[in-house]
């Protein structure tokens, strides 16, 4: 996800999600901003491969926009927050759809539900048993695929 604020105004001038973002594509993004909202002096970001590319390097030069990475340890705040975020939805947070219930307490509750013929009890493995058996003997119909081995 790419969010693009303008740290005077705080408005959230960008805002793209996709399953992969390249440098090229934050540029374009970029550019889009700038046109609607001004011309920053200085984009400051993390150091993602996204935002440390040739491209942006690049698109920073040709732009004459002066580009600041965070440093690292930032980081750790946001890592904080997040988990935060991450016990509270899961262990105080009701949800409608369970019974308004946090789902770690759902979970706890429903766990002798959720052993499936023993699947979760499995140690040495986390993939649930197949609903059926394998055929060993295969199928002369047609369209079906016969078992080999």
Same mark, same amino acid.
């Given at each position: 996800?790419?969010?693009? !604020?303008?740290?005077?105004?705080? @408005? ?16 374009? @993004? ?7 909202? *001004?011309?920053?002096?200085?984009? !400051?970001?993390?150091?993602?491969? @996204? ?16 580009? #600041? ?22 262990? !105080?947070?009701?949800?409608?759809? =369970? *019974? ?17 013929? *023993? ?11 197949? !609903?059926?058996?394998?055929? #060993? ?9 016969? =078992?080999?081995?």
């Amino acid at each position: 996800m790419l969010a693009v !604020v303008d740290d005077f105004t705080r @408005e959230c001038v960008a805002l793209v999600a996709d399953t992969s973002l390249s440098g090229a594509w934050v540029g374009r @993004e970029l550019d889009t901003a700038i046109a609607r909202s *001004g011309r920053p002096l200085t984009i !400051v970001s993390d150091n993602g491969t @996204e935002f440390t590319s040739m491209a942006i390097l690049s698109w920073s030069q040709q732009t004459r926009i002066e580009w #600041h990475y965070i440093a690292p340890g930032k980081l750790d705040h946001a890592r904080e927050l997040l988990a935060d975020w991450l016990y509270d939805y899961n262990t !105080v947070r009701p949800h409608s759809g =369970i *019974g308004n219930l946090p789902p770690a307490t759902y979970a706890k509750l429903n766990a002798s539900d959720m052993q499936r013929d *023993g699947a979760l009890e499995l140690t040495w493995g986390s993939a649930p048993r197949p !609903v059926a058996s394998p055929s #060993h003997t295969g199928s002369n119909e047609n369209g079906i695929l016969p =078992i080999v081995g």
